[in-house]
């Protein structure tokens, strides 16, 4: 089923981990919904723009999944409404940047980039049709616990 013109429910609920462990990644109606909103509002507005493969390592993730990784149930990973991702060889702040400053979303963060090394971290952004704040962080380690800021 395609979301969009470049992405697919596929790659946006594949997962190492369910796999492995046996568990359903399937999402609800809903839930594709939330994603097909994601691509079309999101996801492919940065291929678009870019004009190169947009490479999503963390999109849709049931509670069972979210359990099994150690992330909450609450993440809007479990909504549908959220990807982790990025563009290989553009620095991840340039894309985040980008995103920010040309497109609505809810949540965007800049995961764990450090600016000696560009290609560092990732980008999470989540979109939402109720409504969204706009809100832009920095996640970063300290003293082995993730801040944010």
């Known amino acids: 089923?395609?979301?969009?013109?470049?992405?697919?429910l596929i790659e946006l609920t594949k997962s190492q981990t369910a796999t492995r462990k046996g568990i359903d990644n399937t999402p609800s109606t809903e839930h594709r919904d939330n994603l097909k909103s994601l691509?079309?509002?999101v996801l492919q507005p940065v291929r678009d723009h870019f004009n190169r493969v947009v490479s999503v390592s963390s999109g849709y993730r049931s509670e069972e999944l979210c359990l099994a990784i150690g992330s909450k149930i609450t993440s809007q990973h479990a909504k549908g409404q959220a990807a982790d991702f990025e563009i290989y060889g553009l620095s991840n702040k340039e894309l985040a940047d980008w995103v920010h400053e040309?497109?609505?979303y809810d949540q965007l963060i800049l995961?764990?980039?450090?600016?000696e090394d560009p290609n560092s971290g990732w980008?999470?952004?989540s979109f939402n049709l109720q409504g969204n704040r706009k809100q832009y962080l920095k996640a970063y380690k300290e003293n082995g616990k993730t801040k944010y800021e």
């Not at 089923?1 to 697919?8: A, D, G, T, V, W």
């Open 39 to 41: 691509c079309e509002m």
């Open 123 to 125: 980008v999470h952004c």
């Open 102 to 104: 040309n497109l609505d």
């Open 111 to 115: 995961e764990y980039w450090r600016e």
């Open 1 to 8: 089923m395609k979301l969009s013109e470049n992405f697919s």
